[in-house]
């Protein structure tokens, strides 16, 4: 597989305890979850991706294994790629979690394909 099997576990246990409705989608090379039909957190190789939304992220950027989400050239601001070292203890990815589902209600959800 193109990403981490092991994260992915973590990531549905977490929001299975949340009580939380998500759906998995393969995508960009790795794993997306789905929260109301929207990107909430993702796998790509062994990075986490959080779709956190502007105002969490430059608070964000200086948390330890935090970098930008950069796929063509530009960063995408709200989305940030967490490192292993960033997520690796339980509570910091749950922190992650908690902070993409906080902001999910606010998320515009993409366009549908016809």
Partial sequence: MAYDEFLAERIQLILKEKSVSFEEK???GGLTFMVDGKMCVGIV????????GPDAY???LTKTGCKEMNFTG???KGYV????EGYDMDED???WIQLALDFNPFAKSGKKKK
Avoid: S, T
């Fill in 58 to 60: 430059g608070d964000a």
């Fill in 93 to 95: 990815l749950e922190y």
């Fill in 74 to 76: 530009r960063p995408m």
């Fill in 45 to 52: 190789k062994n990075n986490l991706m959080a779709r956190i």
């Fill in 26 to 28: 393969k995508m960009m």
């Fill in 81 to 84: 790629f967490i490192e292993p």
